[in-house]
């Protein structure tokens, strides 16, 4: 079936066929092999000396050692599931805004025991450039055969057939994308007994506590993580918070904001690319359109555009319709943790956070049981993957139980 595929990218292998694809079978989760594959992509990244440019790189290649992906096995216990396999061909879509998120795709896929065939975003990015040479080198080696032949990687439009040929043969069509996106991939079935995971269009916010904040040693390293959550991806990711939430007295919240706010501006002056012109007219833009919808708001003074805050003065339910990218926040001061459940729907995320203990997020979440949030981790870990995401335990997802009785 390669003269289908006349208008596409394969990025690894150099050639591949659908019927020696649909020939391969599943495997068990975390199988040996596997693993040992996982740690030799670590080891080949390591060996580019690009990969210390990209951060998200280098991260990547960091959660692929062996010694990280047996921990994390530690925490599944299959016991009771019978008989786990893979379910087969897991179609992978990458979303276009995030280099490195089709390489935590694919390793679900592998580590669930599949054989994966990854879209990738059309746009080019080097990160993807620097783990496909990884995945080709260890191919050349032919050592880990049975795991690097179970992977396709392509590259190619929107409008292209592509996407109904690999969807009509896969068990399972992994969507990470906006929900346009998503929309419109549904339009390619799949067979009877596959299914979509998705991950949809999502909002995420976080949660500083001023009087910790205020006693804390190094408050430019708790700014240098809000950049890394923010500014990295040019607050695109999904899990980069459009909302911050400050909890404490009036004044310890100003005192706090000022320190906050200064070391991260520092931080963005230092290391972030000049704003381009259309980012600056998408700011006014979203500015305009949230005075309208909302009542009373203020923007406070910046020197540029590199960081844009709009202060609320009351918490709407539709604060997830104002969103813009490269450094533009919405501010708000409660009186209580509880105050932002009331906004909190299905389209949130993540919630990062500062100061709170897990006992309050935990009697927070328990107590309010929001629609959304699926996440809530330390604020500069935002972008830490996890197999579990988006409420998803992925590799359960994407594995089967056959039980014996």
């Known amino acids: 079936m390669q003269q289908d595929f006349d208008n596409i990218n394969i990025l690894y292998p150099k050639t591949f066929s659908l ?24 080891k080949e990244i390591n060996k580019d000396s690009r990969t210390r440019l990209f951060p998200d790189v280098a991260t990547f290649a960091f959660f692929c050692r062996k010694a990280n992906i047996l921990n994390i096995e530690k925490r599944y216990s299959f016991s009771g599931d019978g008989i786990r396999l893979g379910r087969g061909i897991v179609f992978h879509i990458a979303p276009s805004n995030v280099p490195v998120n ?33 995945i080709l080198r260890i191919k050349e080696t032919g050592n880990y055969d049975e795991i690097a032949d179970r992977i396709v990687l392509v590259q190619y439009d929107r409008q292209n057939v592509a996407t109904s040929i690999f969807s009509s043969v ?30 949809a269009d999502r909002y995420s916010l976080c949660v500083i506590k001023a009087e910790n904040y205020l006693e804390e040693n190094n408050p430019k390293a708790v700014a240098q993580g809000f950049y890394n959550d923010t500014y990295l991806f040019d607050q695109n990711a999904c899990t980069a ?25 520092s931080l963005v002056k230092e290391k972030y690319e000049k704003i381009q012109a259309v980012i600056a007219v998408d700011k006014l833009t979203t500015l305009y359109q949230q005075a309208i919808a909302l009542s009373n708001i203020n923007k406070e003074e910046s020197p540029d555009n590199l960081l844009w805050r709009v202060r609320l003065n009351q918490l709407s339910p539709t604060i997830d319709e104002f969103r813009c990218t490269n450094g533009y926040f ?27 203990s897990e006992e309050e997020l935990k009697n927070f979440f328990l107590k309010n049981a929001p629609s959304g949030i699926d996440r809530i981790v330390p604020i500069g870990h935002t ?19 056959c039980e014996i009785m």
């Open 102 to 134: 089709f390489a935590y795709s694919l390793l679900c896929g592998i580590l669930a025991g599949n054989i994966n065939i990854v879209r990738v975003s059309s746009k080019e990015f080097e990160q993807v450039t620097i783990i496909k040479n990884a």
């Open 241 to 265: 918070p459009h909302l911050v939430v400050w909890l404490g007295k009036k004044e310890n919240i100003e005192k706090a904001k000022t320190i906050f706010w200064n070391n991260l501006y």
């Open 330 to 356: 919405s501010e708000y001061d409660a009186s209580s943790l509880d105050e932002i459940a009331g906004i909190i729907n299905n389209k949130y995320q993540t919630l990062s956070y500062y100061g709170f």
């Open 383 to 401: 972008m830490d993957f996890s197999l579990i995401w988006d409420g998803y335990n992925l590799i359960k997802t994407l594995s089967r139980s």
């Open 19 to 42: 019927d020696d694809i649909k020939s391969k079978r599943a495997m068990q989760p975390f199988n040996e092999k596997a693993v040992e594959f996982l740690n030799a992509l670590s």
């Open 170 to 199: 896969c068990d399972v069509r992994v969507i990470w994308g906006g929900d346009e996106t998503i929309s419109h991939i549904r339009n390619s079935p799949i067979p009877a007994r596959a299914f979509d995971v998705t991950f």
